[in-house]
């Protein structure tokens, strides 16, 4: 049976910039090449593009000798190898879903090694992928086929940009070439205040386009069917009504915009709804903006409650983009819009990134569960926090604030319970507002 070794090499041109990956799958035995995949995946970081080289390096060789095939892994990315040999934890939220597609490729073969090897030795994978961001600079897409070079690895022609491979009849029967792969189409994005993403647009790389394993969900204590043993903290998620900023679709994060006459008249009907059963309010908190506050005051006139403010419910800072529609952002910071779609850690120049909203915004949610345990908080906040809540009581990984949307002045309600894992069990309803 044959062994395998993978080479594979990921880059970024500015970290984040222009990036694309290279893999190569050789005959264990004697260092035959036998497949090749590079591509260019637009703007993005370089572990990013490292991860991308991974996940094509072990499709390859499920591809050549499918299920249980043994093979070596050898990069010059020290993070993806300590990750994938479990030696490292992986903190980056935006690498976690690749570091998973990875594994359930890894889970159908036999690793025997995960090595970290110098550039030097790793020329092979880092030319295919550079040979992938030439093509792409160029408007061209790297392709397989060709003829061999005299180290047994693909060619460039550098008359039209597009990289060549060995052929089939070079390498002898039955060794499959595994070509490139076009990047799954994008989207329009629909922005609703602050950055409400609910498709994508432009030059987005892999995080936010690829389709992804889910991680599995943490263990709870509670039994199946079995009724929880304490009574719920239930959170209920009122997001703020229509601004200016929101009817001109701009991006509006920490920027103080009042509620227009149909924000009002959203949170007076929110208002009214909460008033009544089966709802029954024991606590109201609020962002500190003032169009969260607004729609928070409206409840509050009507259920008598007060009215606490939660800083870490304000919305994420969007930097120099506050104000901007998403064309006009698409048009002036286009690599650093791709960037920000394509990994949560990048943040908006001058801004905030998803993952520091996440932390923060989940801090505040500890904060809340602990204080108010077992009674039902009202939290008036915000399209991101709002999102970032919901995606943490389902375990999903942060590219799914990619996959929701959420209308103004709508509500969503997670119940946390001591004993098990919290349960979302409402999302987006608007039937208030009918």
Same mark, same amino acid.
């Given at each position: 049976?044959?062994?395998?070794?993978?080479?594979?090499?990921?880059?970024?041109?500015?970290?984040?910039?222009?990036?694309?990956?290279?893999?190569?799958?050789?005959?264990?035995?004697?260092?035959?090449?036998?497949?090749?995949?590079?591509?260019?995946?637009?703007?993005?970081?370089?572990?990013?593009?490292?991860?991308?080289?991974?996940?094509?390096?072990?499709?390859?060789?499920?591809?050549?000798?499918?299920?249980?095939?043994?093979?070596?892994?050898?990069?010059?990315?020290?993070?993806?190898?300590?990750?994938?040999?479990?030696?490292?934890?992986?903190?980056?939220?935006?690498?976690?879903?690749?570091?998973?597609?990875?594994?359930?490729?890894?889970?159908?073969?036999?690793?025997?090694?995960?090595?970290?090897?110098?550039?030097?030795?790793?020329?092979?994978?880092?030319?295919?992928?550079?040979?992938?961001?030439?093509?792409?600079?160029?408007?061209?897409?790297?392709?397989?086929?060709?003829?061999?070079?005299?180290?047994?690895?693909?060619?460039?022609?550098?008359?039209?940009?597009?990289?060549?491979?060995?052929?089939?009849?070079?390498?002898?029967?039955?060794?499959?070439?595994?070509?490139?792969?076009?990047?799954?189409?994008? /989207?329009?994005?629909?922005?609703?205040?602050?950055?409400?993403?609910?498709?994508?647009?432009?030059?987005?790389?892999?995080?936010?386009?690829?389709?992804?394993?889910?991680?599995?969900?943490?263990?709870?204590?509670?039994?199946?069917?079995?009724?929880?043993?304490?009574?719920?903290?239930?959170?209920?998620?009122?997001?703020?009504?229509?601004?200016?900023?929101?009817?001109?679709?701009?991006?509006?994060?920490? /920027?103080?915009?009042?509620?227009?006459?149909?924000?009002?008249?959203?949170?007076?009907?929110?208002?009214?709804?909460?008033?009544?059963?089966?709802?029954?309010?024991?606590?109201?908190?609020?962002?500190?903006?003032?169009?969260?506050?607004?729609?928070?005051?409206?409840?509050?006139?009507?259920?008598?409650?007060?009215?606490?403010?939660?800083?870490?419910?304000?919305?994420?800072?969007?930097?120099?983009?506050?104000?901007?529609?998403?064309?006009?952002?698409?048009?002036?910071?286009?690599?650093?819009?791709?960037?920000?779609?394509?990994?949560?850690?990048?943040?908006?120049?001058?801004?905030?990134?998803?993952?520091?909203?996440?932390?923060?915004?989940?801090?505040?949610?500890?904060?809340?569960?602990?204080?108010?345990?077992?009674?039902?908080?009202?939290?008036?906040?915000?399209?991101?926090?709002?999102?970032?809540?919901?995606?943490?009581?389902?375990?999903?990984?942060?590219?799914?604030?990619?996959?929701?949307?959420?209308?103004?002045?709508?509500?969503?309600?997670?119940?946390?319970?001591?004993?098990?894992?919290?349960?979302?069990?409402?999302?987006?309803?608007?039937?208030?507002?009918?």
């Amino acid at each position: 049976m044959t062994s395998y070794v993978i080479e594979a090499d990921g880059g970024s041109r500015g970290n984040p910039g222009p990036a694309g990956y290279g893999a190569v799958v050789k005959d264990a035995a004697d260092g035959q090449v036998l497949a090749e995949a590079a591509e260019a995946i637009g703007v993005t970081t370089n572990n990013v593009a490292e991860y991308r080289g991974l996940i094509a390096g072990l499709q390859a060789v499920l591809d050549l000798g499918g299920d249980g095939s043994a093979v070596a892994v050898r990069m010059d990315s020290k993070l993806v190898v300590e990750q994938m040999a479990g030696r490292w934890k992986i903190k980056n939220e935006g690498l976690r879903p690749l570091a998973a597609q990875a594994g359930s490729l890894v889970r159908r073969l036999r690793v025997t090694e995960w090595t970290w090897i110098p550039r030097e030795r790793n020329k092979h994978a880092d030319r295919l992928a550079n040979e992938a961001m030439d093509a792409a600079a160029k408007g061209l897409t790297w392709t397989a086929g060709g003829t061999l070079g005299d180290d047994g690895a693909a060619k460039t022609d550098r008359s039209d940009g597009t990289a060549k491979k060995a052929t089939q009849a070079d390498r002898g029967p039955q060794t499959p070439v595994k070509g490139s792969r076009k990047p799954a189409p994008t /989207g329009q994005t629909d922005l609703l205040d602050a950055g409400d993403i609910s498709e994508l647009s432009g030059p987005t790389a892999s995080l936010a386009t690829a389709q992804q394993t889910a991680r599995p969900a943490g263990t709870a204590t509670g039994t199946g069917w079995a009724p929880p043993t304490r009574v719920a903290t239930s959170l209920l998620l009122l997001r703020h009504g229509e601004t200016e900023l929101s009817v001109e679709r701009r991006f509006s994060g920490r /920027g103080d915009a009042e509620l227009t006459p149909a924000g009002l008249a959203q949170a007076s009907a929110a208002a009214e709804r909460l008033s009544r059963e089966p709802y029954r309010l024991d606590v109201i908190v609020t962002s500190p903006l003032t169009r969260a506050r607004q729609t928070a005051q409206a409840v509050a006139a009507r259920t008598g409650l007060d009215v606490e403010v939660c800083e870490d419910l304000r919305e994420a800072d969007f930097g120099a983009w506050e104000g901007h529609t998403f064309t006009e952002v698409q048009r002036r910071w286009p690599a650093e819009l791709a960037a920000w779609l394509a990994d949560p850690e990048v943040a908006p120049p001058g801004g905030e990134s998803f993952a520091t909203t996440a932390r923060r915004v989940e801090a505040a949610r500890e904060r809340l569960a602990e204080r108010h345990e077992g009674k039902t908080v009202l939290a008036v906040s915000h399209v991101t926090p709002i999102k970032l809540l919901l995606r943490q009581a389902l375990m999903a990984p942060l590219e799914s604030l990619y996959r929701m949307h959420l209308d103004l002045a709508c509500l969503s309600l997670i119940e946390y319970y001591a004993d098990g894992p919290s349960v979302v069990k409402s999302f987006n309803d608007t039937s208030h507002l009918r």
